[in-house]
């Protein structure tokens, strides 16, 4: 990692002070090496993983040529997911707040277009997005980019996997020709180069080859009977006993099998899936980061998109056929300065998918059995549930307001009281697992900003 600190850059003072605040005290590699380039205003591709920093990256860039007192869209950013463009913008918001008065606006499906067009009718500095709904309000002139002096494109290389980049190229044609243009990618393939081409000037490329350092991920493949995948997984995670693990399956029957395996035998698991409706998918994202459910099983596919900053262990109960999926995979655990565990079982035919990871790694394959657990009996469940009260930023709830009503009328003491998340329609509150249930019929008839609001727990 590098210890360069942020002081060296021609920052503000109070972008410095803010940063500090944040706990960013030194450039990571990325941001070592793409900052200089950004804040001067060059056109940039920049090969990093999710997880590298990048976001603050091309985050400063932005704040740093931006006007707070031109109420128009200076800046857009697109990313290929709604959970991606979601964790954009709350990372562009806590830069901002040494900026002032900076609107940071996220345009994503999944969501009524009607208040983000109200949203656009008032005004703002930022756009985030995903390409269809920022082409849906471009045809309906809802949104005008012809002041946007900086686009950046964040994993244009998973816009490209999912079909996204031609539309990605529209939005592009309806900025100014000259801008300032940022493309962040885990690969750069020859299908995003050609491109580049196109949208790009002059511009200069840096590479991050590695996000993590070497041991940061403790590596082990075990060796399985096909027929014993799931049983030897639940083995895995009763042997480690970790605070939250990934489990990636390759289909979305194996993910749905999977996560009744793991919840018939005591553990609190969740399917995330591509049948899933948004709702669906926000309701079981939600409890993930919050610690009610300490087990997702995905496709790589639903995962997209998902990041977690901190993540202890990944199991691919099924192995990935490409080896770069695999290494993907891996690579949301062991973020940053931490380190993690990527656990992989490897049935007889996938034997050969094994040896394709090992020598793309360049180490041997090394097949290990299943190791003995430590404690029998059944895991110990998520400490958290999670209440989902029906009202959001549209009806003008704050996290404070939903703390203060459950420490207050609620009687809840505020280290019963885990993470508060609010979205558009609904509210996600964390509650300790070992209060939750005995205390929702009490909670569910207090006033909350003076009404009371229709909720339910999540189980």
Same mark, same amino acid.
């Given at each position: 990692?590098?210890?360069?600190?942020?002081?060296?850059?021609?920052?503000?003072?109070?972008?410095?002070?803010?940063?500090?605040?944040?706990?960013?005290?030194?450039?990571?590699?990325?941001?070592?090496?793409?900052?200089?380039?950004?804040?001067?205003?060059?056109?940039?591709?920049?090969?990093?993983?999710?997880?590298?920093?990048?976001?603050?990256?091309?985050?400063?860039?932005?704040?740093?040529?931006?006007?707070?007192?031109?109420?128009?869209?200076?800046?857009?950013?697109?990313?290929?997911?709604?959970?991606?463009?979601?964790?954009?913008?709350?990372?562009?918001?806590?830069?901002?707040?040494?900026?002032?008065?900076?609107?940071?606006?996220?345009?994503?499906?999944?969501?009524?277009?009607?208040?983000?067009?109200?949203?656009?009718?008032?005004?703002?500095?930022?756009?985030?997005?995903?390409?269809?709904?920022?082409?849906?309000?471009?045809?309906?002139?809802?949104?005008?980019? %012809?002041?946007?002096?900086?686009?950046?494109? *964040?994993? #244009?290389? $998973?816009?490209? &996997?999912?079909?996204?980049? =031609?539309? /990605?190229?529209?939005?592009?044609?309806?900025?100014?020709?000259?801008?300032?243009?940022?493309?962040?990618?885990?690969?750069?393939?020859?299908?995003?180069?050609?491109?580049?081409?196109?949208?790009?000037?002059?511009?200069?490329?840096?590479?991050?080859?590695?996000?993590?350092?070497?041991?940061?991920?403790?590596?082990?493949?075990?060796?399985?009977?096909?027929?014993?995948?799931?049983?030897?997984?639940?083995?895995?995670?009763?042997?480690?006993?970790?605070?939250?693990?990934?489990?990636?399956?390759?289909?979305?029957?194996?993910?749905?099998?999977?996560?009744?395996?793991?919840?018939?035998?005591?553990?609190?698991?969740?399917?995330?899936?591509?049948?899933?409706?948004?709702?669906?998918?926000?309701?079981?994202?939600?409890?993930?980061?919050?610690? %009610?459910?300490?087990?997702?099983?995905?496709? *790589?596919? #639903?995962? $997209?998109?998902? &990041?977690?900053?901190?993540? =202890?262990? /990944?199991?691919?109960?099924?192995?990935?056929?490409?080896?770069?999926?695999?290494?993907?995979?891996?690579?949301?655990?062991?973020?940053?300065?931490?380190?993690?565990?990527?656990?992989?079982?490897?049935?007889?035919?996938?034997?050969?998918?094994?040896?394709?990871?090992?020598?793309?790694?360049?180490?041997?394959?090394?097949?290990?059995?299943?190791?003995?657990?430590?404690?029998?009996?059944?895991?110990?469940?998520?400490?958290?549930?999670?209440?989902?009260?029906?009202?959001?930023?549209?009806?003008?709830?704050?996290?404070?307001?939903?703390?203060?009503?459950?420490?207050?009328?609620?009687?809840?003491?505020?280290?019963?009281?885990?993470?508060?998340?609010?979205?558009?329609?609904?509210?996600?509150?964390?509650?300790?697992?070992?209060?939750?249930?005995?205390?929702?019929?009490?909670?569910?008839?207090?006033?909350?900003?003076?009404?009371?609001?229709?909720?339910?727990?999540?189980?």
């Amino acid at each position: 990692m590098t210890t360069l600190p942020f002081s060296q850059l021609p920052l503000s003072p109070a972008q410095l002070d803010n940063l500090a605040s944040m706990g960013y005290l030194a450039m990571t590699p990325i941001q070592a090496q793409s900052l200089p380039v950004i804040l001067a205003g060059r056109d940039l591709i920049a090969q990093a993983k999710t997880g590298s920093g990048k976001t603050a990256a091309f985050g400063l860039g932005i704040l740093h040529r931006l006007d707070p007192a031109r109420w128009a869209p200076q800046a857009l950013v697109v990313c290929p997911t709604r959970e991606l463009s979601e964790q954009v913008a709350t990372e562009l918001r806590r830069l901002a707040r040494a900026a002032g008065n900076v609107k940071v606006l996220t345009l994503t499906g999944g969501a009524s277009a009607r208040p983000q067009n109200e949203s656009l009718a008032h005004g703002a500095h930022v756009i985030v997005g995903t390409p269809g709904r920022l082409l849906d309000h471009l045809a309906r002139q809802t949104l005008d980019l %012809s002041a946007v002096s900086t686009l950046v494109l *964040d994993e #244009a290389d $998973r816009m490209v &996997d999912m079909g996204f980049f =031609p539309d /990605v190229m529209q939005i592009a044609h309806a900025c100014p020709y000259k801008r300032q243009t940022v493309l962040f990618s885990a690969t750069y393939p020859e299908s995003i180069r050609a491109d580049a081409e196109h949208l790009l000037t002059d511009p200069e490329f840096v590479k991050v080859d590695a996000v993590h350092s070497e041991g940061q991920i403790e590596q082990h493949f075990y060796e399985i009977e096909a027929a014993e995948r799931f049983q030897a997984a639940a083995a895995l995670l009763r042997h480690f006993q970790p605070e939250s693990a990934l489990a990636f399956c390759n289909t979305k029957a194996a993910c749905a099998e999977l996560s009744s395996h793991l919840k018939r035998a005591g553990f609190s698991a969740l399917a995330l899936h591509g049948d899933m409706d948004q709702r669906d998918r926000d309701d079981v994202l939600a409890q993930f980061s919050n610690h %009610s459910s300490n087990i997702l099983v995905a496709t *790589d596919v #639903a995962a $997209r998109g998902l &990041d977690i900053a901190s993540l =202890p262990m /990944v199991i691919n109960v099924e192995l990935a056929r490409d080896p770069q999926v695999h290494t993907h995979r891996v690579g949301r655990t062991g973020r940053m300065q931490e380190t993690g565990l990527a656990l992989s079982l490897c049935a007889p035919d996938e034997q050969y998918v094994a040896s394709r990871i090992a020598q793309q790694d360049d180490r041997p394959l090394h097949l290990e059995p299943l190791p003995r657990q430590k404690t029998a009996g059944r895991p110990a469940q998520a400490p958290m549930v999670t209440l989902l009260v029906l009202g959001g930023k549209k009806a003008k709830l704050r996290p404070g307001d939903l703390l203060g009503a459950l420490t207050g009328d609620g009687g809840l003491t505020r280290e019963q009281v885990g993470k508060i998340q609010i979205t558009d329609q609904v509210s996600y509150v964390a509650l300790s697992r070992a209060i939750a249930h005995r205390a929702f019929p009490h909670l569910e008839n207090i006033l909350i900003k003076g009404k009371k609001q229709r909720m339910k727990l999540l189980s």
